[in-house]
């Protein structure tokens, strides 16, 4: 009896080693899973402070109203500046002569590419971005308009969104009708109500202007008509949009493919207009690279002016400013847009 005691005796001792190895080992097991699952959570923690996209809902369409979604920026975005040379060259982006453009990412604050970055150009219906930054900055967006027979603008006279004096509209729907449509009537209307009168709002924009550091412009009227006087950089541009990037009700606005605009007739009745964006790139009429995102810009291809200034995001929620200036054609303009835009995702 007292060997087979003995016996047992051994052989609990063994299984008891062996429980003890089993419960180490597991629990090792255990520590080693549970710091690498820590480390890794940390790096895509840290991948998605530096790539979080910019919420922005493609398919946001308003009518009558603002825009209103709070992450629309990634905060600290805006904040500092891209950097670089006049001419920087950049395989895959061809170089032509006498055009003036830029690309910008402002996710790592680079200039990847430039021609004559401060050489002066016609900012054409550019103009209309600086008119609506600054009368954004100046008025409520709920504020009401009454528009007069000034702001009234007559087909031939330029861009109409349909208003007739004594209408009554928002500021807001004033703003997003200059943004999607263009409309010089809207610009009128804004540049009025909060300046008094069309120039001393242009004193406000040459203002505004100094005060972003877009030292090489100057501007000479609020929609951006043929003035001799007038001009800006690419460089400059780029600044306006840095700015424009603070606002994310003028971002949602200038990226609409379309918006209905409300308004109070002068006897009272309701009038609603319909108005298209005048940007190809957003209605698709010109396509881009998978994976790219237009989220606004303007597009200008009249008069022999061909000029493009973009506001995109890749896959990886990056954003970059996209802008040509002085091609010699339309096909030539969208040709190095393209080039540039096959530039964001690579």
């Not at 809902?57 to 825009?67: P, V, Y």
């Not at 990886?316 to 080039?339: C, K, P, Q």
Request: aromatic share 8%.
């Amino acid at each position: 009896m007292k060997c087979t005691n003995k016996k047992l005796s051994t052989k609990q001792k063994e299984l008891r080693i062996r429980k003890i190895r089993k419960t180490v080992f597991l629990i090792l097991f255990f520590l080693i899973a549970l710091l690498l699952g820590t480390l890794a959570l940390l790096l895509f923690s840290r991948m998605g402070t530096l790539r979080e996209p910019m919420a922005y809902n493609r398919s946001l369409r308003m009518s009558g109203t603002a825009a209103k979604e709070g992450a629309l920026l990634e905060e600290g975005i805006a904040r500092n500046l891209c950097v670089g040379e006049s001419n920087t060259p950049m395989d895959g982006i061809e170089s032509r002569e006498g055009e003036a453009a830029g690309l910008f990412d402002l996710q790592d604050k680079e200039i990847l590419f430039s021609q004559n970055l401060h050489e002066k150009i016609s900012p054409g219906n550019m103009n209309q971005l600086m008119a609506a930054l600054t009368a954004y900055e100046a008025l409520n967006p709920e504020d009401s308009v009454t528009i007069e027979p000034d702001d009234v603008v007559g087909r031939r006279q330029g861009t109409s969104c349909g208003l007739a004096a004594g209408n009554v509209v928002t500021v807001q729907q004033l703003l997003n009708a200059v943004l999607v449509y263009s409309a010089d009537d809207a610009c009128y209307a804004l540049a009025r109500a909060a300046a008094g009168d069309r120039d001393a709002f242009v004193e406000q924009m040459n203002q505004k202007a100094q005060e972003l550091g877009m030292t090489n412009t100057v501007f000479a009227n609020v929609t951006g008509a043929e003035d001799e006087n007038q001009y800006t950089t690419v460089y400059d541009l780029y600044l306006l949009f840095h700015q424009l990037l603070e606002y994310p009700d003028l971002i949602h606005a200038m990226g609409l493919t379309s918006y209905t605009m409300n308004s109070t007739k002068a006897n009272g009745d309701l009038k609603q207009q319909l108005l298209d964006t005048d940007n190809p790139y957003l209605t698709g009429s010109l396509s881009v690279p998978k994976g790219v995102t237009v989220l606004g810009g303007k597009f200008m291809s009249a008069k022999e002016q061909y000029a493009t200034a973009l506001l995109v995001q890749n896959n990886y929620g990056d954003a970059f400013v996209l802008i040509v200036f002085r091609a010699d054609s339309e096909g030539t303009m969208n040709t190095r847009i393209w080039e540039m835009l096959e530039k964001v995702n690579s």
